[in-house]
């Protein structure tokens, strides 16, 4: 029991000399002389067209990138690049009941993705990702689309980020 006192203090002691060690658990993995990212436009080219996606999506994307890292948006020709479209936007029924009809439906989203890394071009990549959610037939699509596509975009998102900057 008297050395139960000893070791917390051992331990204390440790922990304020390493006050000035800098640790990460984020896992960022973004080269040290790539400073800047700049995001285009992307482009609704889907045959269902929402009139806000496409800024909505753009901002998103910059957000992540602004509250996730320490690389400055820059308007254009940034060290990290990047660029693409929204190629799919739909609605379709996913699973049916046993008269039919649709019980569930899948609204899902494509979105196509290029990145550029000029300074380290063995990072660049061309995808297409694609996600989606389920919905009931019941609900009206109007009601909760944005919800939707705010929940689709935030994975496309999240998969755009995780492979720029933690190489995934």
């Known amino acids: 029991m008297k050395y139960k006192g000893l070791i917390l203090g051992l331990i204390l002691l440790s922990l304020s000399a390493c006050k000035s060690c800098k640790y990460s658990l984020s896992g960022i993995n973004i080269p040290a002389d790539v400073s800047n990212i ?27 990138f602004m509250r996730e890292t320490s690389l400055a948006i820059v308007p254009q020709n940034g060290d990290f ?24 439906n899948r609204f899902s989203m494509t979105v196509n993705v290029v990145f550029e890394c000029p300074k380290h071009k063995e ?3 061309t ?3 694609t996600k989606f959610q389920e919905f009931n037939a019941t609900e009206n699509f109007q009601t909760i689309e944005n919800r939707l596509s705010d929940e689709v975009s935030t994975q496309i998102i999240q998969e755009i980020f995780n492979k720029v900057a933690l190489k995934w």
């Open 81 to 104: 690049k990047i660029t693409g479209s929204i190629t799919d936007y739909r609605i379709q029924p996913s699973a049916t009941t046993n008269t039919t009809e649709a019980a569930k």
């Open 127 to 129: 995808e297409q990702i």
């Open 123 to 125: 990072m660049n990549f």
């Open 38 to 64: 700049s995001i285009a436009y992307f482009n609704n080219q889907a045959s269902l067209v929402n009139p806000s996606i496409s800024q909505k999506f753009t901002e998103q994307l910059k957000d992540k």
